[in-house]
């Protein structure tokens, strides 16, 4: 696996998690969840970064529903959800069920992470 960057801030419960070196002009920020954000290229076909608010919370919550799918056209979900089964960010929120949009927040081991 190429480099990569976790930040979590106990204070704030927020996870930060870069996959990718990137610049904002070309990226773009999609939110799953209340709580979840997703960083992406233009064309929605890789996953560079993860930002998890109240991570532990989640973590503990069982399923979250990736509710901010559903104002994207069909395309471009299923897209989304081929980028979160992708690894490494399936790593971190596993999609449980596509059609009801239903995902698992995880806490993985560095192990499974550096693969």
């Known amino acids: 696996m190429p480099s990569f960057e976790i930040l979590y801030d106990a204070n704030e419960d927020v996870l930060e998690v870069s996959f990718a070196v990137y610049e904002e002009a070309f990226s773009r920020t999609v939110p799953l969840h209340d709580q979840i954000v997703l960083y992406t290229d ?3 076909a ?3 970064g ?3 608010y109240g991570y532990a919370e989640l973590i503990e919550e069982g399923t979250v529903t ?3 799918l559903r104002g994207f056209s069909e395309e471009h979900q299923a897209q989304l959800l081929d980028v979160i ?3 490494p960010i399936r790593l ?3 999609v449980k069920d596509p059609k009801t949009l239903l995902a698992v927040v995880h806490a993985p081991s ?5 693969g």
């Open 46 to 48: 890789h996953g560079w």
């Open 50 to 52: 993860l930002a998890i």
């Open 42 to 44: 233009l064309q929605l």
């Open 66 to 68: 990736l509710d901010g």
């Open 92 to 94: 971190f929120v596993e």
């Open 110 to 114: 560095l192990d499974a992470i550096i």
């Open 85 to 87: 089964r992708d690894l």
